[in-house]
């Protein structure tokens, strides 16, 4: 099951003003977003961040956790399950967690992919606690090679549905 959202322009003009305020926050705490696997800079990915994460909640039929002083680990509330939501414009990228985030997660992390451009794609979800397994570590000398060590789970590996 593949759920695909597009996003509508009052939501991209709300994506844009979102992220311009928790980049703004997060630079002035000195906290710098970092990515695994990509060039991006810091506010290219709050606005792919949390454009993945309006478009999850629109799926869910929520609203997204919208705090602007800092960096979130719970994006959106599901069926009362605490969801971490992580985007990629890799339609076929894996859902990438960094170690940091080891007990210190939402209950459950989600994947999307896709643009604010094109729209998003929702490829599943999984428990924190199975995502933080040994199998799914990947680096500079695996495949997919990732720059930085981080859990990468395969689209396959996750579950369908919604968070229950």
């Keep these: 099951m593949t759920t695909f959202v597009v996003l509508t322009d009052v939501e991209k003009s709300w994506v844009t003003q979102w992220a311009t305020a928790v980049y703004d926050a997060t630079t002035a705490q000195n906290l710098v977003d ?12 709050d606005v792919i961040g949390f454009s993945g994460e309006l478009a999850f909640a629109k799926i869910g039929n929520h609203f997204p956790v919208t705090l602007t002083d800092g960096p979130t680990q719970i994006d959106c509330v599901v069926n009362g399950v605490s969801v971490d939501v992580k985007t990629t414009p890799v339609s076929s990228g894996h859902l990438v967690v960094q170690p940091k985030y080891k007990g210190k997660s939402a209950q459950a992390f989600v994947l999307m992919t896709g643009t604010l ?16 397994q040994e199998k799914y570590i990947k680096d500079e000398n695996t495949i997919p090679r990732f720059r930085k060590a981080a859990y ?13």
């Design 34 to 45: 970092t990515a695994i696997n990509t060039d991006i800079g810091a506010k290219g990915l």
């Design 152 to 164: 990468g789970v395969p689209q396959c590996d996750l579950n369908q549905g919604l968070p229950a």
């Design 117 to 132: 451009a094109d729209g998003f794609h929702y490829r599943g979800w999984m428990w924190a606690e199975d995502v933080f």
